[in-house]
């Protein structure tokens, strides 16, 4: 009788765990910018570099606004940044990884979560240094030196930053950005402006929209049912 019980109460639990599942939605969004862009400069200490300029087939410029078909906008960082207070998430499967290619960091803009580990990683047979040398809250600070492709190291940034710096000093137009946050629940703008933040649960959350030269936009949305949310954003 007690194994029955036992059984019918793992049957209970699973259908609620299938529920729980069941009842989260995605968040997906496409952010444009209103009127033009300004333009952005070539990189000519880059093109003047043996190491670096050899890379490119035309000029290498800033990213500074990156604008795809329809005004779409790319390298937004997108993140809920209230409603998942005083929530635990395990640990991400995979580590997200920052290359430096063609004296450059690639991708402009990543995601990652607070504690755990960012791959940083040198595609380029060159050396490389890797400075991140202010924290807005207090992240422990690194320089270190890739000197040859394929070299990888590992750094924990234990504290939420939206947005952590790297620079590279030996190639000084290198700049690569992290936000680090403290869920899986977050997403960068691609090349058309679009992102996904998959399978967050219901609730009432705040959703922020963090691009590096138009600053922090806000929404409010809630999700409910399971349902996807559409959350878009023009920027001025």
């Known amino acids: 009788m007690l194994m029955k019980t036992t059984l019918q109460f793992a049957a209970v639990l699973a259908i609620f765990a299938a529920v729980s599942i ?19 400069k070539e990189i000519t200490p880059l093109a003047k570099d043996p190491n670096c300029g ?10 500074h606004y990156v604008v795809g078909a329809d005004k779409g906008l790319a390298n937004v960082f997108v993140y ?13 499967a995979e580590k997200p990884v920052m290359d430096q290619k063609a004296c450059l960091y690639q991708p402009y803009v990543l995601g990652a979560r607070a504690g755990h580990p960012v791959v940083i990683k ?4 060159f050396m490389h240094n890797v400075n ?8 422990d600070t690194f320089n270190f030196a890739q000197t040859k492709a394929g070299q990888a190291n590992e750094k924990i940034f234990k504290n939420v930053e939206v947005l952590a710096k790297l620079q590279c000093n030996v190639h000084p137009w290198m700049f690569g950005y992290i936000g680090v946050v403290d869920s899986p629940y977050y997403g960068v703008t691609d090349a058309s402006g679009k992102y996904t933040i998959a399978g967050l649960p219901d609730g009432k959350y705040t959703l922020a ?10 929404q409010e949305f809630d999700v409910k049912g399971g349902a996807s949310v559409n959350a878009t954003l023009e920027v001025k």
């Open 22 to 40: 069941l009842q989260a939605g995605d968040v997906t969004g496409k952010v444009t910018l209103k009127g033009d862009a300004p333009a952005e």
């Open 54 to 63: 050899k890379s490119y087939s035309k000029p290498a410029t800033t990213r």
């Open 80 to 92: 809920v940044k209230k409603g998942l207070e005083g929530k635990t998430f395990p640990a991400p």
């Open 122 to 125: 040198s595609s380029d047979d």
């Open 132 to 139: 991140f040398a202010a924290s807005k809250t207090g992240n």
């Open 209 to 218: 929209f963090v691009h590096l030269k138009a600053g922090e936009v806000l």
